[in-house]
C-alpha cells in the first residue's frame, strides 16, 4: 500500500467486477477508503474482503445507478462512514444486443440508457454536489469507450451512442463546475 490517496474516500459504481473492481483495488492500494458500489451485493463483499485483506479499508453499497436515490444513498455512505467523497469513478454500463440496431429490442436500448447515461448523469449530479461542499473539492473519472467517439462495430450501435453520451457528459460537467472545485479527470489522469 502506498499514500497517495491517504483520507481521501473513492466511491467506485461497478466495483464487483472487472473494471470496477480493478478500479476499487487500484484505490484502496494507494490508501484511499473506498466505497464500493453496485447492483448485487455478493460481488461488492468480495471487493470489500480483498481490499481489507490487503489492509485496505472499504465499505459495500448496494446501489443500481439507473436509481437518483441509490446514488445518492452511496454518496451519503462515503460521507457518513468516511467523512468526505474525494474521488469518483463512474464505471457501471452494460452491453445488450450484439445484433443489427433494426433488431434491438426498446428493452435493451432503455436498458442501456438507464445505466451507461442517465446513471453517470445521476452520479455526477450527486457526487458534484456533495464535492462542492468540501474545501478540497473532488475529481471524478467516468468511464467510456473507444465505442462511440472513435470505434464502430456491427451490433454494438446502441452501446457506442451512450459511450459518446458519456464522453458529452463528462466534458460539459468538467466545464459546468470546475469553478466549485470539481475536476473531471481522464481514467489515465487519475493515478498521475
Not at 472487472?18 to 451485493?41: F, K, N, T
Not at 451512450?162 to 470546475?178: E, F, N, Q, Y
Request: proline share 4%; hydrophobic share 45%.
Amino acid at each position: 500500500m502506498t499514500s497517495r490517496f491517504t483520507d481521501r474516500t473513492a466511491l467506485v459504481t461497478g466495483a464487483g467486477s472487472g473494471i470496477g473492481r480493478a478500479v476499487a483495488l487500484a484505490l484502496a492500494a494507494e490508501g484511499a477508503h473506498v466505497v464500493a458500489a453496485g447492483r448485487r451485493p455478493e460481488p461488492l463483499e468480495e471487493t470489500v474482503a480483498l481490499i481489507e485483506r490487503a489492509g485496505g479499508k472499504a465499505l459495500a453499497v448496494t446501489a443500481d445507478v439507473s436509481r437518483a436515490p441509490d446514488v445518492q444513498a452511496g454518496v451519503d455512505a462515503a460521507v457518513s462512514h468516511f467523512g468526505s467523497l474525494d474521488v469518483a469513478v463512474n464505471n457501471a454500463g452494460v452491453f445488450r444486443g450484439g445484433q443489427p440496431l433494426a433488431e434491438l429490442t426498446d428493452d435493451d436500448w432503455r436498458s442501456q440508457l438507464d445505466i451507461n447515461v442517465t446513471g453517470v448523469f445521476h452520479a455526477l449530479r450527486a457526487e458534484i454536489r456533495q464535492m462542492r461542499t468540501q474545501p478540497a473539492g473532488g475529481a471524478i473519472v467516468n468511464i467510456s469507450s473507444t465505442f462511440g467517439p472513435h470505434k464502430r462495430t456491427p451490433g454494438a450501435t446502441a452501446y457506442a451512442a451512450t459511450k459518446a453520451a458519456v464522453s458529452a457528459l463528462t466534458r460539459g460537467a468538467a466545464l459546468d463546475h470546475i469553478a466549485e472545485g470539481v475536476v473531471n479527470r481522464s481514467p489515465s489522469r487519475l493515478f498521475d
